[in-house]
């Protein structure tokens, strides 16, 4: 334990801490948890986690998206998005399965999914990028 990493942080494929700033895209397999700050696009495959401490100014879009800190645009969960009592999505979630903790705010729509259209909802990190030969 005396590693120096957090407490789980070794079942994460990346972790932005607190201070992190990044602008732009960034796009993970496994799971992503984020306690910084981010102006763009975030996409994992697996899990996304935005921290208390986290605001994201874009799109997030993964398997499953727990939201503990502030969000400021779309949020596509194939299979779920759970807001956290702190947490706050201020944009539209499509996903087939949505949780909204005592205290969670979402201030937008919200699009429930059938599995065939979360299926197709959003290719997760790579498949967009080996389908149409595109490295972006």
């Given at each position: 334990m005396g590693n120096?990493?957090?407490?789980?942080?070794?079942?994460?494929?990346?972790?932005?801490?607190?201070g992190v700033k990044l602008e732009g895209t960034i796009e993970l397999p496994g799971k992503f948890r984020l306690d910084?700050?981010?102006?763009?696009?975030v996409r994992g495959k697996e899990q996304v986690i935005v921290g208390k401490s986290?605001?994201?100014?874009g799109?997030?879009?993964?398997?499953?998206?727990?939201?503990?800190?502030?969000?400021?645009?779309?949020?596509?969960?194939k299979k779920r998005v759970?807001?956290?009592?702190?947490?706050?999505?201020?944009?539209d979630v499509y996903t087939t399965c949505l949780v909204i903790e005592a205290g969670g705010i979402l201030d937008g729509r919200c699009h429930m999914l059938s599995e065939n259209k979360a299926a197709n909802a959003l290719p997760l990190v790579g498949s967009a990028a080996q389908a149409s030969g595109s490295t972006h």
């Open positions: 120096g990493k957090p407490a789980g942080a070794e079942e994460y494929v990346c972790v932005f801490d607190q910084g700050e981010v102006k763009g696009a986290a605001r994201v100014e799109e997030v879009q993964s398997a499953v998206v727990l939201v503990a800190g502030k969000i400021n645009g779309n949020v596509t969960g759970e807001i956290l009592s702190s947490g706050v999505v201020e944009g």
